[in-house]
């Protein structure tokens, strides 16, 4: 059974930091790319970050370059999103995905799993 467990999400002040986790449980293969999107109220779903699990490649949505880094640990099939400089745009519930394949995509349509999102709220 295939599952991805997201965690670490909160709410801070404008400018503050959280670091999301993405915890992968069952995948048999080496070959998949795990992405953030996140979801505000009455917007459609966006790619924020992706990487590669085997080469480690990443990209980022333009809104969040210089403050979000995503980042991996093999050994713990864990992603993690960090999030510095937020701000209340950041708002949204963020979600980890995997592709099964080894290229990251921004279209979240490629994406055959999901975890069930954590809740970022970023406000005063």
């Known amino acids: 059974q295939l599952q991805l467990v997201e965690s670490g999400g909160g709410l801070v002040q404008p400018g503050g930091s959280l670091r999301l986790s993405c915890a992968a449980s069952g995948f048999t293969s080496d070959y998949y790319a795990i992405a953030w999107f996140r979801q505000a109220p009455g917007k459609e779903r966006e790619g924020v970050s992706c990487i590669s699990r085997l080469s480690g490649s990443t990209n980022y949505e333009d809104s969040v370059k210089g403050r979000f880094t995503i980042s991996r640990d093999n050994a713990k099939n864990t992603v993690y999103l960090q999030m510095n400089s937020l701000k209340p745009e950041d708002t949204a519930v963020y979600y980890c995905?995997?592709?099964?394949?080894?290229?990251?995509?921004?279209?979240?349509?490629?994406?055959?799993?999901w975890g069930r999102g954590t809740q970022v709220t970023v406000s005063s």
């Open positions: 995905a995997v592709r099964t394949s080894y290229y990251c995509s921004e279209y979240s349509s490629v994406y055959n799993y």
